[in-house]
């Protein structure tokens, strides 16, 4: 399992553009329990696709999985790989999104994307890809609103 990852144990440079990341995935060892995996990136960081300023984001991700976990380094890669990537905060947001579901055909994730104001006014953005299951414990993101975040 392990020995087929590329990024494990080496050293890794951070990709160019998201685009250009290797997102990798391990075996699930219990494919047939309900349970949500949660990471928390508190300092996303994009460039505004007009500006070419930093934008910040807190960044929650929770998904269910079915046969695959996310492997975390390859992870933290693809998320670094924003750093220099142009895009809107809804772009950024939903490109996380959606690679991931593409590589894990999760049971259920949502992310939040909670970015900090620029021109004093926060853009957050959330998506999910349906109902969470039945009786899973799904706790609060834990971001509060806008107020000073940090």
């Not at 380094?73 to 905060?89: E, P, V, Y």
């Not at 004093?120 to 806008?146: C, H, K, N, S």
Request: net charge positive.
């Amino acid at each position: 399992m392990a020995t087929s990852l590329k990024q494990l144990g080496r050293r890794t440079t951070l990709p160019a553009s998201p685009e250009k990341a290797l997102l990798e995935r391990v075996a699930n060892p219990h494919p047939r329990e309900t349970y949500v995996v949660r990471f928390t990136c508190p300092e996303f960081t994009a460039l505004c696709p007009v500006t070419g300023q930093p934008d910040f984001a807190h960044l929650v991700i929770d998904y269910v999985p079915r046969r695959w976990l996310v492997e975390s380094k390859s992870l933290k890669l693809f998320l670094g790989a924003f750093r220099n990537h142009g895009a809107f905060h809804e772009e950024c947001t939903l490109a996380v999104a959606q690679r991931l579901v593409r590589l894990l055909a999760p049971r259920w994730l949502r992310i939040g994307g909670y970015w900090y104001p620029r021109g004093g006014m926060p853009i957050d953005v959330f998506y999910q890809t349906g109902a969470p299951p039945r009786r899973l414990w799904l706790p609060e993101q834990g971001v509060p609103p806008y107020r000073g975040r940090g």
